[in-house]
């Protein structure tokens, strides 16, 4: 089976951040028993040919031992064919990185860090219940470049309650100062489930006006623009050559296997994934039993699929993918959008416009299958 990425999901995390709805815990003593797992897991597996990409999310991957992570590679290169030229990313938080763990990582596989840095105020960063400072983020990125990496990512999170324009501004322009090679930025969301929904909920905090988060994101979009950075998905920025190849094999529909608890796995015609219960994912797989679920993808799913990730990026949807039926309703519902020059249509490829990009959720909605 042909395969072009590998995701291990690592969901430890020591404290929960108040607006993550991602599957993690706290329950540190798993650790050991989880890593077991998720060996036995990529063991079990289909041996998968020229794997491109690793990336290990979470949670927070850096909350495993250099020993632990080094488990897990030997299992991922032993029993599938890791090309030589392979994208492999860790997630880490700031406060994990120092001079030894950075030197360790170096040893390993992985060539690429995702750093959650989210803001570079102090204040903001205590909201959100993150255990590192502003200057910590300076800290790491230092760290990391003296142990070798050359290829460093950041995430980013503006529309906090009561932040301004020149708030944002000031953390784009500290997030430029660090000239790292990909920036990753997303609107604080408040997602149901979240201590962050339940202040929502209380009245404690309130969402900032639809007006100021467009004028945040098209700032964003000018000073990145600016610096050098090429916008090519929704949410994502990149120095020319530093695309994250791994998240651009999901925007462009390609297989990929994901491995550990709450971990999803697509092969065109299915997507499945496994149990979001560690012990439930432990106790399976020491019985050589994955538990997942799975649904089969029609047409109309696929189709659906493609407009949500391909509509994303800057190279847009390849219209002759699709049968077509798919085209004639696609462009048919696209027609309205192009004349408000949302989206434009050029070389067989159907696109979002930079006017479009802030409303394209409402855009997707109109082109997909009820």
Same mark, same amino acid.
């Given at each position: ?65 250099? &020993? ?17 030229? !392979? ?53 790491a990125v230092d760290t990391l470049r003296q142990a070798g990496f050359r290829n ?60 100021? &988060? ?23 920025? !990149? ?21 550990? !608890? ?36 029609? &047409? ?11 509509l994303r990026t800057c190279e847009g949807l390849d219209i002759s993918k699709l ?6 309703y696609c462009l048919a519902n696209a027609q309205r959008h192009m004349d408000a ?30």
């Amino acid at each position: 089976m042909k395969m072009a990425g590998l995701y291990i999901h690592i969901p430890f995390c020591k404290s929960r951040c108040v607006y993550c709805g991602f599957y993690s815990t706290t329950g540190l003593e798993f650790r050991e028993k989880y890593v077991d797992a998720v060996c036995s897991e990529i063991k079990m597996r289909p041996s998968v040919e020229a794997i491109s990409t690793i990336y290990l999310g979470g949670g927070t991957p850096s909350q495993l031992s250099t &020993e632990q992570l080094k488990r897990i590679f030997d299992s991922a290169y032993i029993y599938n064919k890791v090309r030589n030229d !392979a994208e492999i990313t860790i997630e880490m938080n700031p406060d994990d990185v120092n001079k030894e763990t950075a030197d360790a990582l170096k040893k390993l596989p992985i060539n690429r860090i995702s750093m959650g840095a989210q803001t570079f105020n102090d204040d903001r960063l205590r909201f959100l219940r993150r255990r590192h400072s502003a200057r910590q983020i300076h800290q790491a990125v230092d760290t990391l470049r003296q142990a070798g990496f050359r290829n460093i990512s950041i995430d980013l999170i503006y529309g906090f309650p009561e932040e301004t324009l020149e708030d944002w501004e000031a953390d784009i322009k500290e997030a430029l100062s660090l000239d790292v090679e990909h920036i990753s930025t997303y609107c604080l969301m408040y997602e149901e489930g979240t201590p962050l929904y339940r202040l929502l909920e209380q009245g404690k905090v309130s969402e900032i006006d639809e007006e100021l &988060e467009r004028r945040m994101y098209y700032t964003l979009l000018n000073h990145l623009e600016a610096a050098g950075y090429e916008h090519y998905e929704i949410s994502n920025f !990149a120095k020319p050559g530093y695309r994250s190849r791994h998240n651009s094999s999901y925007w462009q529909g390609i297989p990929y296997i994901g491995i550990g !608890a709450a971990a999803h796995s697509y092969d065109i015609t299915t997507r499945s994934w496994n149990v979001d219960d560690i012990r439930q994912y432990i106790k399976g797989m020491e019985q050589d039993q994955r538990l997942f679920e799975s649904e089969t993808l029609d &047409e109309d799913t696929r189709y659906n699929d493609a407009i949500t990730v391909a509509l994303r990026t800057c190279e847009g949807l390849d219209i002759s993918k699709l049968t077509p039926k798919q085209r004639t309703y696609c462009l048919a519902n696209a027609q309205r959008h192009m004349d408000a020059h949302l989206l434009k249509f050029q070389h067989n490829r159907l696109s979002l416009t930079k006017e479009g990009l802030f409303i394209s959720d409402m855009i997707m909605s109109d082109l997909i299958l009820i």
